[in-house]
């Protein structure tokens, strides 16, 4: 008797689709590829073809160059061998999606990366039915609860409020993140012009152009320091104690990641104010999403395998950790 999803095979460098001969989000080029979405530890150059939503293309395309793309738009299925392969929305980014793969009338979901709260720049997770459910574990231990967003958000806001004279400098990785913070700003009100490092312009200009309401953003080149005095300025995370940094107003550094949760890795870094906001879903999202999907097993793809296999075991679930290479924390 055939052995429940064994017709995918996990490699260090990627999950290989036997059966339509596809990898998924592989970390070297491959003929066939299905990407769940644009971070790079997810996303790389040089595949014959791929298959992902048109959103993760275009973000495929401004970083590695044109894609020989096949859009799928959520809830679109393709054939690809014998397997129907369904997009489904993951909830992490901008154009993120769960992949379905049916097969001899089994179920296989892949999540990539996802969070449960709401975004306002991205389309929200979608619980899907499925025999195997092949989660990742960024923050799969117990102690990762992510606080309120509205609450880290305003935490920013009284801060700037409080410093007139002064700009908050908001560390932010490039995909996601610093899209995800100006759009919760705007959410809480906050519409005064928000500055930006030029690492940033190119995918805030993408996601603008994909409908996201990001408002008033400037360049920060060329813009006398004192114009910037009660702002909000935007860079990626290399940038906040760089010399760049100098030509801002006695600028607070913060910085946006689930990993703030951290303090030791808040010190490292020299960040003033800690803002924890994550794109990944933090334990309790992860043992709620299983519970909720109710799958026969669950794989584990990379970050804290070892406490979610455990909550699985104690639950009569069947678990087991993929050895996956080459995943880093580039979004987060």
Known sequence: ???????????????????????????????????????????????????????????MDARYGAQAGHPVAYGESVRLGEVDATFVPAGHVLGSAQILLEHRGERIVVSGDYKRRPDPTCAPFEPIACDVFITEATFGLPVFRHPDTGDEIDKLVARLHANPERCVLVGAYALGKAQRVIAELRERGHEAPIYLHGALQRLCDLYAEHGVRLGELIPVTGVPKAAMAGHVVMCPPSALNDRWSRRLPDPITAMASGWMRVRQRARQKLVELPLIMSDHADWDELTHTIEEIAPREVWVTHGREEALIHWCAMRQIKARALALVGFEDEDD
């Open 1 to 59: 008797m055939p052995k429940l999803g064994d017709w995918l095979e996990p490699h260090p460098h990627g999950i290989y689709v036997r059966p339509a001969d596809a990898w998924i989000d592989p970390s070297t080029p491959e003929p066939r590829a299905l990407v769940t979405h644009g971070h790079a530890d997810h996303a790389r150059g040089g595949h014959g073809a791929v298959w992902a939503t048109p959103e993760t293309l275009a973000i």
